[in-house]
T-cell receptor, first 111, second 111 residues
């Protein structure tokens, strides 16, 4: 009930392309869905987050798409840049309390 | 930088020993959460402190304990260290239950 499943495990995208990472959850009580970016040796940094009352949220090149009926949400990175190369984690929580994280996606942007 | 600082950054301990990790929360934040991130995995929730009281605990044994001080800084103590305790330990702070900001983590190696 508490799992958040994330795919793919790793992703290689050409510079300028669209990176797409997917997550699925089981617990319908989750009401907060953030995405974190983590560089080696650093802690996770909040990128963008969404509540289930909207189906999409966009901030700059980053967009979350949310499908409540399918219990799925995804991160889209438009115009991917080499500086976006990092590990991305989706997460879910109730009332922004303890976060349940996915297993991570290692994104590599190649020139 | 998030304003959440953790110390030490790296630590090597022997199996069976005890360790204390420290976290200074971002100014104005009253909630601290601790997470364990094993290599190649997403962070796992250990416990959360709100205004010096434990406010939720994940699936970790009692040898993982914590404390939050009146200035909202926090400690994570782990007794009887095991090899599997080797991980990156992350502290996250927030104001009440707003967005959590992570520190850079403490890399613990148990040998």
């Amino acid at each position: 009930q508490q799992q958040v499943k994330q795919s793919p495990q790793s992703l290689i995208v050409q510079k300028g392309g669209i990176s797409i990472i997917n997550c699925a959850y089981e617990n319908t009580a989750f009401d907060y869905f953030p995405w974190y970016q983590q560089f080696p040796g650093k802690g996770p940094a909040l990128l963008i987050a969404i509540r289930p009352d909207v189906s999409e949220k966009k901030e700059g090149r980053f967009t979350i798409s949310f499908n409540k009926s399918a219990k799925q949400f995804s991160l889209h990175i438009m115009d991917s840049q080499p500086g976006d190369s990092a590990t991305y984690f989706c997460a879910a929580s109730m009332d922004k309390e303890k976060l349940t994280f996915g297993t991570g996606t290692r994104l590599t942007i190649i020139p | 930088e998030t304003g959440v600082t953790q110390s030490p950054t790296h630590l090597i301990k022997t199996r069976g020993q005890q360790v204390t990790l420290r976290c200074s929360s971002q100014s104005g934040h009253n909630t601290v959460s601790w997470y364990q991130q094993a290599l190649g995995q997403g962070p796992q929730f250990i416990f959360q402190y709100y205004r010096e009281e434990e406010n939720g605990r994940g699936n970790f044994p009692p040898r993982f304990s914590g404390l939050q001080f009146p200035n909202y800084s926090s400690e994570l103590n782990v007794n009887a260290l095991e090899l599997d305790d080797s991980a990156l330990y992350l502290c996250a702070s927030s104001l009440d239950w707003e967005e959590a900001f992570f520190g850079q983590g403490t890399r613990l190696t148990v040998v």
